[in-house]
């Protein structure tokens, strides 16, 4: 089974982020931050323009509107500017998508690429990482009727499985090769079988 790091060189070179068409920036006087409904800068909406210049503006609100700590109000000499990498619009397979996208897409083909990388006669559990009953991992149950925490009552995926539900499916969902998780089992106690009337 490769590791991801000897697959991102493959996905790369089949998803390209070809250029940046517009650069995103958070615009704003102080005063608008700390009150709702802007509690911190990344509560703003990203303005998109090439320069911090053409981003004040572009601003969406007048300076005007508020009051300096000296008690005069903004000019546009008081508007402030932060890149907003993640806003950015870029070129992607000939579309316009936010670089939060397209970061968002790598990592999914990249755990596809993984996922048809698995090796074909393996067995696999699937994992909710979501949650946890105590230290015990929770698993899809047989025929995917609901979770448990009991290994026995997991279901046990096939490759052709695992490929058909799990592509471009959650990331909270952790594919683990059966040999492993069997290496691994543990048995215990559950307390809430137990009846104090067998004990002293």
Partial sequence: MK????????????IKMEKIISKAWYVWVDPMIGEYPFFSISDLEPVLANTPSEAKSKANFSPSDYKNDYGDYCT????????????????????AITRK???????????NTALRELPDHEMYYVQDKRTYVGNSVVWWEQDRNGYTSDITRAHKFTKEEILKSFINGRDTDIVWMASHIEKNIKSHVDAQYLNSKYSL
Avoid: T
Wanted: no cysteine; hydrophobic share 35%; glycine share 2%.
């Fill in 3 to 14: 590791h991801i790091s000897e697959i991102l060189p493959e996905v790369l070179n089949k």
């Fill in 76 to 95: 546009f000499i008081d508007i402030r500017v932060r890149r907003a990498k993640q806003y950015d619009k870029i070129e992607f397979n000939g579309a």
């Fill in 101 to 111: 996208s397209y970061e968002y897409m790598l990592k999914q083909e990249l755990r």
